[in-house]
């Protein structure tokens, strides 16, 4: 700060800084939308920069003041639209990409290009990878997932006698789910070596830590600071190391015995060595799909997962009831994907989490970028370049949607299969209070056209996690009665980090 030089450099910048909000902000055709701010003395300017501490407290008063409509709040140099009403929701989920774009919408608040490369911002072949192949595999790759996670618990928790245990359940959990989902990703033995593992976990950290700080820069200037902010080169080289003697082996084999050799591995890399143009089938290419499919998968699945547990331990008179019916099931079918749909217990209490602890206040962030705007079936219309999003969080909290919304209830999606079978059309109504259904009314996972193509797989995995643990664990809460408080930040709403959940082996009273 002594070289006047970086004064006047910080001079300019508070300018460019001010002057794109200014225009940000100004817009008298959007007059009409109203603008929801923390209080009247509040301006544009305060409510952007306070946004990671107040938004979900904004967008939570702005949905009881507008619960039919749209409203808006302030971001950092742009306006963030919010839609109420689920038939609003269901618009924006069924826009076309090129009216309402979801890549669009990743790129405004998570520069992928920037942060990772304009080969993944640019071709998503990946995700039709996951979508179709992965999730089509889920049942003969299942005895390989049930497996790892029975094998990953024991590694993890390693009890000794009767005696309780307590375990930070959040990275316990990420231990967990990064191996269960290596499993399928790259296979044995890679998905049990802690270096690679750790290293998936870091470049997701390190990825989110270039993101919040490239937040702080107007739109136009962060390709340039991009190279002085974003932090990738370490862990993409440490995923190199790992992944390309397998990936080079697969290409070579496939070279000499052609696509379908025998005894070719079934996992995520061959799958995407299916599905890539030539000019992806390489090492170095193949790496960052497996590098975003990891932190598309890990961190969300291990949040689910944590907030399902705190849910368990403080409301722990559905323990005995899963657990009834994991053993059951698992009796009658044995220890199979097929088995898992019969738990509709397991289900729906994990629906219920996620009804409840979904990870984003707002989600399914898209850009309008139809040269005439977007106008929604109420006439509000939105300008080509704005940001919109559904208001999750508040939807899930709405007791008009679902009947006494604040409260936890583990089993109302099993009670509704249950009620409705027996009258309505019998798979519809099964389907729809399903984990993996999404609506307007369930925004866990998005709905629409990009609702997340990794919810079969998280699904699986989650339901087959939960009936482990309740088959071989008894919990309980680290102070009874007390569920640790989530961590808020911006749109981000995240499980207690270090709060722990006590494990003993399971005492049949
Ligand atoms: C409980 C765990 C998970 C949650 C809560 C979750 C949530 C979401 C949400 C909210 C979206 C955006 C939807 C939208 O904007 O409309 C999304 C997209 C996505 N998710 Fe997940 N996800 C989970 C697990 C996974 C897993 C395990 C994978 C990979 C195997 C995955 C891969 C993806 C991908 C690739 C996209 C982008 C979709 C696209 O480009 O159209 N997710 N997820
Ligand atoms: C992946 O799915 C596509 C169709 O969506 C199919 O043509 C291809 O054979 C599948 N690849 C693998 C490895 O299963
Ligand atoms: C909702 O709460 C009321 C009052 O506590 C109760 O009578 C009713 O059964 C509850 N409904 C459900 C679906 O839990
Ligand atoms: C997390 O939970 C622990 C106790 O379980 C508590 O001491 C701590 O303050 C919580 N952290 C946050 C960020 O709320």
Redesign the pocket.
């Known amino acids: 700060m002594d070289d006047p030089r970086s004064l006047v450099l910080y001079g300019v910048l508070a300018f460019l800084m001010v002057a794109s909000l200014r225009r940000a902000f100004h817009n008298p055709k959007l007059d009409a939308i109203p603008i929801v701010r923390s209080s009247k003395l509040a301006g544009n300017y305060w409510d952007a920069y306070n946004f990671p501490v107040n938004g979900l407290n904004l967008i939570k008063a702005g949905y009881a003041q507008y619960p039919e409509g749209i409203f808006r709040v302030a971001r950092l140099f742009r306006w963030m639209f919010i839609v109420s009403s689920p038939k609003l929701v269901k618009e924006i989920?069924d826009a076309p990409e090129t009216v309402l774009s979801?890549?669009g919408?990743?790129e405004l608040n998570f520069p992928i290009k920037l942060l990772i490369g304009p080969a993944v911002a640019e071709n998503?072949y990946?995700?039709h990878t996951?979508r179709t192949n992965?999730t089509r595999n889920l049942h003969a790759c299942f005895p390989d997932v049930k497996d790892e996670i029975t094998d990953a618990f024991g590694d993890v928790v390693q009890l000794q006698g009767s005696e309780w245990k307590s375990l930070p359940m959040l990275p316990t959990t990420m231990a967990i789910v990064a191996r269960v989902?290596n499993r399928l990703?790259v296979g044995l033995p890679l998905c049990r070596d802690r270096t690679y593992l750790q290293n998936n976990v870091q470049f997701a950290l390190d990825i989110m830590r270039s993101r919040r700080k490239m937040d702080w820069f107007p739109y136009f200037l962060r390709p340039l600071v991009a190279p002085l902010i974003c932090d990738k080169d370490k862990t993409i080289a440490v995923a190199l190391k790992a992944l390309s003697p397998l990936i080079e082996e697969r290409l070579s084999k496939e070279k000499e015995l052609g696509p379908d050799y025998a005894g070719k591995p079934n996992d995520l890399i061959s799958w995407l060595l299916e599905d890539a143009e030539e000019k992806e089938r390489n090492a170095p290419s193949l790496v960052l799909r497996i590098l975003?499919?990891n932190f598309?998968?890990?961190h969300?699945?291990s949040?689910?997962f944590t907030q399902a547990m705190f849910d368990l331990t403080t409301r722990l008179e559905h323990l005995l009831p899963m657990r009834e019916e994991a053993d059951r099931v698992i009796a009658q079918e044995g220890w199979t994907k097929t088995a898992l749909n019969s738990m509709f217990k397991i289900d729906s209490f994990l629906r219920e989490s996620?009804r409840m602890n979904?990870?984003?206040a707002a989600?399914?962030?898209?850009k309008v970028v139809a040269k005439d705007g977007f106008m929604f079936s109420d006439g509000t219309v939105l300008p080509e370049g704005s940001m919109v999003c559904a208001a999750a969080r508040p939807i899930h909290y709405d007791s008009s949607i679902h009947e006494n919304a604040t409260e936890f209830d583990g089993f109302r999606f099993a009670r509704e299969r249950a009620e409705h079978g027996a009258t309505q059309d019998l798979n519809q109504v099964i389907f729809k209070r399903q984990m993996i259904s999404t609506g307007p009314d369930h925004?866990?996972?998005?709905?629409?056209?990009?609702?997340?193509?990794?919810?079969f797989?998280?699904?699986t995995?989650?339901k087959a996690m939960l009936a482990h643990v309740v088959m071989n664990y008894d919990l309980k809460a680290e102070m009874e009665g007390v569920r640790p408080p989530d961590a808020v930040s911006g749109l981000a709403i995240s499980p207690n980090a270090t709060a722990m959940v006590q494990f003993r082996k399971r005492i049949d009273l």
């Open positions: 989920g979801f890549h919408g990743v998503h990946h995700v996951i992965l989902s990703f975003l499919s598309a998968a890990i969300t699945t949040m689910a996620q979904n990870n984003l989600a399914m962030v898209r925004l866990a996972f998005g709905t629409g056209k990009h609702a997340c193509p990794g919810r797989f998280a699904a995995e989650l």
